[in-house]
């Protein structure tokens, strides 16, 4: 008779960086219907002593039979843990353990945002727009356009 997937075994991180974790795992026996998604819990640790209430946490849904998975965006320099479980026609198995803590990298410089691109303008306004930049694990407090007559800024 076919079943819910067994539980995978612990996922490990295999990568971090300022913002992500790449979480890998072994695919379980699927108990004769395919896996169809994975379920991915994370959750900070107590480690840093911040209470329940303010530590980050989430889920992740997979989808496809894959075996890893970026998990983003998660909080620099904080320690996680994550489980998965496996889902099939016959619904999600059971959870896997948990992870060993992994902690995301120190936050890092933003990256370089989008060409800005020219809307409209009359008189006295100049009006354009520009793709966020990712923020690599710190608040962008500021972002300055330079606007110059000339395409050398001179």
Known sequence: KNSVPTAPARPRAIDVGPTHAKLSWMIPYDSGEPITHFWINFAETETDGRPESERHNGEVLVTGRRHHCIV???????????????ENACGIGTYSPWSKPFRIGRAELPLTPSVPTFISSDLHNIVARWNQPEHMGAEILEQIVRVSKTPDFQ
């Open 72 to 86: 983003i965006p998660l909080l620099s320099e904080r320690e996680y843990v994550a489980q998965i479980a496996a």
